[in-house]
């Protein structure tokens, strides 16, 4: 990597942190703090918000799997990221540690994936797309969402580079960090097909992708007897969420016919929540059809089924965290904006700044963002 890219990246995410914390600082001054799942109890946020706060909600069960293992938290989480949580020191200085660490060595293996087939313009402004996406602040937060963008991305660029062993054992990871890590497999496999023909014996590594996900679901049969608690246990930690399986029509048909009609349109965060929920289905719809059309197959079945197989719980809730590690779709959108003329530029990024500006303040003082 050049030198001049390298400081690109290092500059954009210093920016980007700045950024969040100064939207943390309007936060704390203009927005009423709610007292309900917030990370480290509310005299620790208090006392300190200024590192607590990244740590609401879901922050605070991986901290707690960290200290205390699965004994009052639901098998929901994956295990990878709590545990190297936990090797750190288990505190939220380990845990904010590993997901800034780990988002800029995302940030610098994308940048190196997607050189690889585009310009350096498109490659920058990807970079800036998913900077400024309303709901990036999870990465700098205790979630695991930048562990696993970090080990997808540098398991893609090692299969480029055909190290196959390396790419089977970050596959591993990614699938020991979050479900979908899974899909790497038919993912790498149409790359292959694409390039090759056929997959020959040096490809072998990538049966470890599963791996990661087996020995969890081994886990879960022996110690709770469910091996797939991650999946049944949605209903009690996601809000409108189905055991069964719903298909998308069915999630936007929910919406538009069912929730949004009965919203309480006074209460501002929830609205901008549920529209940034639908906003984000609708997108990432037209992006994975679109993307059959303009980006290499590997791409278009990672950020396909990356996007339905969250829906199939019957819910967009979560789906705009979800999609961040979704990379594909940022190359399309960064070809989008790059077409688009100065003045509907401006546009874009301003919707953008201020979404992230809003969801993050609103997640940073209590309020459920997705």
């Known amino acids: 990597m050049k030198r001049k890219d390298f400081l690109f990246i ?5 920016c980007w942190r700045i950024l969040l914390f100064v939207f943390l600082g309007f936060a704390i001054k203009f927005l009423p703090l709610q007292q309900h799942y917030i990370g480290g109890g509310i005299e620790r946020y208090l006392k300190n918000p200024w590192f607590w ?10 901290l707690s799997i960290a200290k205390y293992g699965f004994l009052f938290v639901g098998q929901a989480f994956f295990p990878l990221y709590p545990l190297l949580i936990r090797f750190f020191g288990s505190g939220i200085w380990a845990g904010l540690l590993i997901s800034n660490l780990s988002f800029l060595l995302a940030l610098i293996g994308l940048y190196k994936l997607i050189k690889l087939d585009y310009s350096e313009k498109i490659t920058r402004l990807s970079i800036l797309l998913l900077l400024l996406f309303p709901t990036s602040f999870y990465f700098g937060s205790v979630y695991s969402e930048s562990l696993f963008l970090a080990f997808v991305v540098w398991s893609y660029y090692a299969g480029r ?3 196959w062993l390396v790419t089977g054992i970050l596959g591993a990871f990614a699938s020991a960090t979050r479900v979908i890590g899974v899909i790497l497999l038919p993912a790498l496999l149409a790359e292959i097909l694409v390039k090759k023909r056929k997959v020959e014996i040096k490809h072998w590594p990538l049966v470890l992708i599963p791996l990661g996900i087996i020995f969890y679901m081994i886990y879960l049969g022996r110690f709770s007897g469910d091996s797939l608690t991650f999946i049944h246990s949605q209903v009690s930690v996601g809000e409108q ?3 069964g399986i719903i298909l998308l029509p069915q999630v936007f048909y929910r919406y538009f016919f069912k929730i949004i009609p009965n919203l309480n349109f006074g209460y501002l965060p929830i609205v901008f929540t549920t529209f940034l929920e639908l906003g984000s289905g609708l997108l990432f719809l037209i992006l994975s059809i679109y993307s059959f059309w303009k980006l290499k197959l590997s791409y278009a079945l990672f950020l396909s089924l990356g996007y339905l197989i969250p829906t199939v719980s019957g819910s967009f809730s979560s789906l705009p965290r979800y999609v961040l590690v979704l990379f594909p779709a940022f190359i399309l959108l960064a070809q989008w904006t790059q077409k688009l003329s100065r003045p509907f530029k401006v546009v874009v990024y301003g919707i953008l700044f201020i979404s992230l500006a809003i969801a993050s303040g609103l997640f940073l003082r209590g309020y459920w963002v997705s």
């Open 10 to 14: 290092i500059s954009s995410f210093v």
């Open 161 to 163: 580079k055909e190290k």
């Open 53 to 62: 706060a990244w740590a609401n909600f879901d922050g605070e069960n991986y």
């Open 241 to 243: 969420r189905s055991s």
